[in-house]
């Protein structure tokens, strides 16, 4: 009866305050912002803030008079009795003490308090060990209790165990599972580590994830003749209801990959506290709604429910339901889609998609598939449906030639209509397997299929390439029947600078939005919403890369990659802009991180092997380089080579060479994305307009002991790469022997004569050096005007200088940094030190092993032609398999921060 009325007063006092904003209440003293070592990043800085605000948590003075938390710091058991007696109300306890161990102990009075409260019954010997660092099965236990003292029943028995289950204690392993399934603490690699010491971090983030739970109140969902809602169509925009009403918004969402680096999307690397460090940035950055492409793993459902839990302000998600991609594909011809094979092998997909999403799940081992125990019902932060990918134009046309006359689908929930071609009615019989399967739950959500440009259902006669306006796939011909409230949008990827109409349309090229400014992304926007009257639209791929390469170019300079962060930021922001002002429901941002596994068609022949892609970043590939978060190489930020002019970061190296040369000292280092270099002058400073910093780079062997753009100078180890710093103004280049030159080697036959060629190029010890180019577009015909577009690349070995993510090279007083991406320096896959072979001498382009780089650098006035000879530094370094990274969020992460704010109802 005594635990009862303390329970009874405790909760009365927790539950009339709201989930969050009455925390702070009770510390009017409190600081509303977090401590400086608990960045907004860091995966608990919402906890923390929340319990610093309630005063359950306080930091300690440093020696610099600043007040910090030490997240990583241990909790005593004395310590973690006073924050739970602080964060659930308990009165302080003036009672005896049941342990002879406490006595005066200043934690007594709080101890007694959890002691009354039956949180704390202590050790054996009738002690409480005050000053014992507290562990994660004890902290899970104790809180665990105070949610099954606050009347909540414990949770239906799962199936899960830890990797480490036999290490939990037989006391404490039913409370440590009842606390995951609350989504309590925080898991890594799926360990639980209970006999590890909990960290402060720890103890906050677990006692604000108990405090939600005692707090949590139902989520608004709207129940109409046994169906449940959230989300609907409600006069041509996707509504949110709030408890009362519906109200339309306009969603700011992002795309979420299914990898990081050193791992494919088939392997589902990212763990759940990634997810749970995610979301909370994600929210951060403004964002309503997070898409994502397929069934992930049981804790991305779990992660995304625990962290909503007690939100009011929850983070949606899009459930991306896979495509038999492949199968559509098949050899490149495209195959039928009304096949029974790829019918079915889809129709499974969506099955396990909705019982994945309702918690209702139990899926075997599937290679390159999520599989496990779903026991987490998240539909009520499901925002919609989102079917299938990008449709193979092969495919559709087969699958429409195939079934001439085909009678159109009519489902219970979604039907074809007349016009609707076979492709379409193919469509509408999966949207209408996704109602089927999800009315077994009682559930509704809006439904889409995923499409794109090169399918939508408008005609562009400057197109060049035929396959890329060869079908239509038009979400008009087919809908939701009145049995589908929820109802049904359109979906489409749409970028600024593919396909190529959107370069050569004379419509789209003076079309101007509502600012007045000539804007083509807004003028396809302008024209596609016109041509799909009555329903949503969202823009579910959009964005630019931060890339040192580049694969398109496109109108505006909305190119495909050469961004900075902040040009890819502001770029992302202003087609979020566009999306907004043409009036559509919503903009998915294309992507959340980095994905170092992706490769793009003009740098797709020169990594070698393709299966190793995942272990280094390409910083030449566009497609790995969209996320507004970067996988960086390095455990930690401190690990990283900044273009700075400062050299504190070189002088933690264990990875470098150093070297003497007349003038300067060199060190040489690495990482997964850059080979290093760092000149330092023994008297002055750098002066690049008197004087020049030329470097050799000897990567395989066969190469030139002279360089024509290097007059005088001879290399002791023939050189395969030449690099010329000279100063700003675009001064500074990388070259290249013209008998490596992929570039000559791939394209001089295809470029309309664009890339010359000459005989001589075939011989490296000539010494003929060539510009560092991709191609960016061949030769083109656009079929209406007849006008002749010329083959396009470009020269990525200009060496841009500053401290942006484009810069190559910083100098500053007596000091120079350069950076080299691995891939321009021949590099197809540093991991395994591979290079591609002289491409003359194999007659192809093919891998072969490197034994690391031989730098040869020189300093020199700018008017010295004398004769030298340069020696060598060899630089290696052995084999990784398993890539080293850590997170930053880039510039443009901010700049989105800062936009989608401003986007709130749909116009």
């Known amino acids: 009866m005594y635990k009862s009325r303390i329970w009874t007063a405790a909760l009365a006092s927790l539950l009339a305050l709201s989930p969050l904003g009455a925390l702070s209440a009770t510390a009017a003293d409190a600081a509303n912002s977090n401590f400086p070592d608990v960045p907004k990043s860091y995966w608990a800085s919402d906890a923390i803030l929340k319990m610093r605000e309630a005063g359950v948590v306080n930091g300690a003075t440093g020696s610099d008079g600043v007040l910090y938390f030490n997240p990583n710091g241990s909790v005593t058991r004395a310590e973690f009795a006073k924050m739970i007696t602080d964060a659930l109300h308990l009165t302080k306890s003036t009672s005896a003490q049941k342990f002879h161990d406490v006595g005066a102990h200043w934690g007594a009075s709080y101890i007694s308090a959890a002691t009354d409260g039956g949180l704390i019954f202590g050790y054996e010997d009738s002690t409480y060990r005050p000053e014992n660092r507290i562990t994660r099965e004890e902290m899970a236990v104790m809180l665990q209790r105070a949610i099954r003292h606050g009347n909540l029943a414990d949770k239906p028995e799962s199936s899960f165990k830890f990797n480490d289950d036999s290490s939990i204690s037989d006391w404490a392993r039913q409370d440590v599972y009842q606390a995951y399934q609350r989504a309590l603490p925080n898991i890594t690699d799926n360990n639980f580590e209970p006999r590890r010491n909990a960290t402060r971090a720890e103890a906050a983030y677990m006692i604000y994830k108990t405090l939600n739970a005692l707090n949590e109140k139902p989520h608004p969902v709207q129940e109409t003749n046994g169906i449940k809602q959230i989300t609907a169509v409600k006069n041509g925009h996707i509504a949110l209801f709030d408890g009362t009403n519906w109200n339309t918004k306009f969603w700011n969402g992002v795309n979420l990959g299914a990898t990081t680096p050193g791992h494919y999307p088939g392997e589902l690397s990212p763990t759940k506290q990634d997810y749970l460090r995610w979301f909370q940035q994600m929210k951060a950055m403004n964002v309503d709604l997070v898409r994502v492409y397929t069934i992930l793993p049981p804790y991305f459902y779990e992660a995304l429910d625990e962290f909503n839990a007690g939100r009011t302000d929850p983070l949606y998600f899009l459930q991306g339901i896979w495509s038999p991609e492949e199968e559509l594909i098949a050899d490149g011809n495209g195959a039928d889609a009304l096949s029974s094979a790829i019918t079915n092998q889809f129709k499974g997909e969506i099955v396990d998609a909705v019982h994945a999403v309702h918690g209702d799940l139990s899926r075997p081992v599937m290679p390159g598939h999520a599989y496990g125990t779903f026991r987490t019902d998240a539909s009520k932060y499901l925002a919609g449906w989102l079917l299938g990918t990008e449709w193979f134009p092969n495919a559709v046309k087969l699958t429409n030639d195939n079934h001439p006359g085909m ?15 076979p492709f379409e009615s193919w469509l509408a019989q999966l949207l209408d397997t996704v109602g089927t399967e999800e009315m077994k739950f009682g559930w509704q959500h809006p439904v ?23 079908v239509s796939v038009d979400p008009t011909h087919l809908g939701n029947t009145d049995k589908w409230s929820a109802g049904y949008y359109a979906a489409y990827h749409a970028y600024p600078y593919y396909p190529d109409f959107l370069r050569f349309d004379s419509g789209y090229q003076t079309y101007k939005d509502s600012t007045g400014a000539v804007n083509p992304y807004a003028g396809y926007l302008h024209d596609l919403k016109k041509q799909t009257p009555g329903l949503p639209i969202m823009v579910a791929e959009f964005g630019v890369p931060s890339s040192r390469g580049m694969a398109h170019r496109g109108p505006l300079d909305r ?24 009036g559509y429901d919503g903009g998915f941002v294309f992507s959340w991180q980095d994905e170092w596994f992706k490769y ?49 970061d070189w002088a933690k190296r264990a990875n470098k060479t150093t070297a003497s040369y007349p003038g300067f000292d060199l060190s040489v280092s690495h990482d997964e994305a850059y080979l290093y270099l760092l000149a330092q002058k023994k008297s002055g400073n750098w002066d690049f307009s008197k004087e020049t910093f030329t470097a050799g780079f000897d990567v395989l062997g066969g190469g030139s002991a002279t360089a024509d753009k290097a007059p005088g100078v001879t290399f002791k180890s023939p ?148 004769p030298v000879t340069v020696d060598s530094t060899p630089y290696t370094w052995a084999k990784w398999d398993v890539p080293t990274y850590h997170e930053r969020l880039k510039d443009s992460y901010y700049i989105l921060q800062n936009a989608f704010k401003n986007y709130k109802q749909p116009k």
Do not use: C
């Not at 889409?448 to 060869?470: G, I, Q, R, S, Y």
């Open 448 to 470: 889409a299929f995923t499409n794109w440009v090169t399918a939508d259902p408008l005609k562009h006669p400057e197109e060049p390439f035929p396959e890329e306006d060869m």
């Open 600 to 648: 793009t068609w003009n740098t797709m022949s020169l990594t070698m092997p393709r299966d190793r892609r995942a272990f280094w970043f390409n910083r030449l590939t566009n497609e790995a380089n969209f996320g507004v978060v970067e996988m960086e190489p390095g455990k930690t930020a401190d690990d990283v080579i900044r273009l700075d002019g400062e050299t504190s």
């Open 407 to 421: 009678q159109p689908y009519s489902g219970t929930y979604f039907a074809a209509k007349a016009n609707a071609t």
């Open 719 to 866: 050189v395969e790469f030449l690099l010329q710093v000279k100063g700003d103004n675009d001064g500074s280049r990388l070259y290249v022997n013209s008998a490596y030159d992929q570039h000559t080697f791939q394209y001089a036959g295809k470029s309309g004569g664009v890339v010359p060629f000459d005989p001589s190029y075939q011989d490296a010890a000539q010494g003929k050096f060539l510009p560092w180019k991709l191609a960016l577009s061949y030769a083109l015909k656009l079929p209406q005007s007849g006008k002749n577009i010329p083959f396009e690349d470009l020269d990525v070995g200009i060496m841009k200088t500053g401290q942006t993510s484009l810069s190559d090279w910083y100098a500053k007083g007596n000091v120079l940094e350069v950076r080299i991406p691995w891939m321009m320096l021949g590099y197809t896959d540093p991991s395994s030190l591979q290079v591609w072979d002289y491409p003359y001498s194999a007659g192809k382009l093919q891998a072969a092993q490197s034994p690391g780089v031989t730098v040869e650098p020189l300093l020199r006035a700018n008017t010295d032609t004398a």
């Open 559 to 582: 190119n495909q990659g050469m961004h900075t962060e902040q040009e890819q930021g502001q770029i992302d922001a202003d087609l979020q802009g566009s999306i907004y002002n043409e």
